[in-house]
Every structure is written in structure tokens, then in C-alpha cells.
């Protein structure tokens, strides 16, 4: 099936591995031309090789130049940008008690605020086309808080609110804003978070892994390509009339309707 996506322009935050790189490859192969993105140029390289048509650029997000850089490249390769999916790297765990306002502050500044940036530097392009697609990879900790990962569902929850208020605004000119919400999908930001809670619980990264299984419907964890399939289907014309949403990939996971 045709989703829209041949020679439309994605460009992919955090696209060398996981979620990211899931999302990149999924684009790709609906015919998308991707930028893709990431800190280290020989992880950028080695994506690139492995996505016909696409090019990269090496960029810290949170390096304050970043955001108009990375939007500079992507037209400085390809003319415009279509598609833009967001994606940050996940803050260490911590439980909320030990939380404090330096840890809010650089949550917003590691999940918010680059983002906000990134977006301003796209938005207007795409209201003028009449065209847009703003797909954000969340955390099921927005609808359901995870204990363990307070700064992540602290900046990524505020990431959805400011990406809710804003799909309300630019659908009119064609721009759809969602974000895909992850349960545990089998990467190896999910493999770390298991070792950390084996150790402390005093038990094998397996057994963890097994003990969150247990509390999947699904009984089992999502693969990256399951992940990916829910991204490229919102950045498609199919996907037109589906913004403000949050579309959870979870497997069942989260409780809520």
C-alpha cells in the first residue's frame, strides 16, 4: 500500500539507533527521503549507508545552534523539510523523592526545549505548503508515569502538552501533530533500564526482563519495526484527518482507555 510518502523530506531526530532509527528506516522504506541525525559521525555514516537516498548530519541537539543547523542541512540536501519526527534521548532514572528543580530544569532542557526550537525552525515552511506532518516518540510514562524514570515523564509530558496546544492551532494549514507513546520496545535504551533494575532488585537482567513481560498483555516486548510501521503510517496522507492524538504502541501496557 501507497501511504504518500515517496520523495517527501523526514527528518529524523535521534536516528543512529532505537526508536529513532526504527522510525528512519520505516520512512525510508515508503520512499521518503530522510536526514538522518545523530552525535557520532560514524554511527550517522553507517545509517545512511543502509538508507538509499538518504544523507546525514552530525548534530548534539542540545547544543544551542542545533536546531537551525540540522533545519539548514535538510535543505541544503533536499529543498524543504515535510516531515519532522522528534526524539530525545532519555534522562538517567530516579525516583521522585530524590527529584529537585535542577532535575526539572534539565529535563526541559533535554526533552522540551530543543524541541520547541526544532519545531519553530520547520513550522512556518510547512503552513505555507499546506503540508506538514510533526510526529513526536514519547514514553507510555506520559499517560502512565513510570517510578523509576521521573525526569523522563516529567519533560516528555511537557513536550506532549505543548505539542497538544499546538495541533489545535496548525491543523488548519495541514499540519497534523501526534506523538507515538512506547511501551517496551525491544532497544537498547529498554535492555539498559532492565540491567539497572536487576541490579537493583538483586536478580539477572533476564528475569527482569521476564517480570515486565509478565505486565504486558501482549506478553511479550514490541520490536522496533512495529514501532516504526505506527510512524511512518501518521507521517502519511492517510494519517491527514489524525492530530492531537497520542497513539500508544505498548502492547496493552498502559491501564487507561
Request: aromatic share 4%; charged share 20%.
Amino acid at each position: 500500500m501507497d501511504i504518500g510518502l515517496r520523495d517527501r523530506v523526514a527528518l529524523v531526530l535521534g536516528s543512529t539507533a532505537g526508536l529513532g532509527r526504527a522510525s528512519a528506516a520505516a520512512l525510508a522504506a515508503e520512499g521518503a527521503r530522510v536526514v538522518v541525525t545523530g552525535r557520532r559521525a560514524e554511527r550517522v555514516d553507517e545509517v545512511v549507508a543502509s538508507l538509499p537516498g538518504s544523507t546525514g548530519v552530525v548534530a548534539d541537539l542540545t547544543e544551542p545552534d542545533a536546531p537551525a543547523r540540522l533545519a539548514a542541512a535538510a535543505r541544503a540536501a533536499f529543498g524543504r523539510i515535510d516531515v519532522l519526527v522528534l526524539n530525545g534521548g532519555g534522562p538517567a532514572p530516579g525516583a521522585p523523592d530524590d527529584f529537585t528543580a535542577a532535575d526539572a530544569a534539565a529535563a526541559v532542557e533535554l526533552l522540551l526545549a530543543p524541541h520547541v526550537a526544532l519545531v519553530g525552525q520547520v513550522l512556518p515552511e510547512m503552513r505555507r505548503a499546506g503540508w506538514g506532518r510533526i510526529v513526536a516518540i514519547g514514553s507510555s510514562g506520559i499517560q502512565q508515569p513510570i517510578p523509576a524514570l521521573t525526569a523522563s515523564n516529567v519533560g516528555r509530558a511537557a513536550l506532549a502538552a505543548y505539542l497538544k496546544t499546538l495541533a489545535g492551532r496548525v491543523a488548519v494549514d495541514g499540519v497534523t501533530v501526534n506523538t507515538v507513546l512506547p511501551g517496551r520496545i525491544d532497544t537498547d535504551r529498554v535492555a539498559h533500564l532492565d540491567r539497572i533494575a536487576a541490579e537493583r532488585a538483586g536478580t539477572t537482567p533476564e528475569q527482569a526482563r521476564a517480570g515486565s513481560e509478565g505486565g504486558i498483555p501482549a506478553g511479550r516486548y514490541g520490536t522496533p519495526d512495529e514501532f516504526g510501521a505506527v510512524v511512518a503510517f501518521l507521517a502519511g496522507t492517510g494519517a491527514g484527518y489524525v492530530t492531537g492524538s497520542q497513539i500508544r504502541c505498548d502492547g496493552g501496557l498502559v491501564a487507561a482507555p
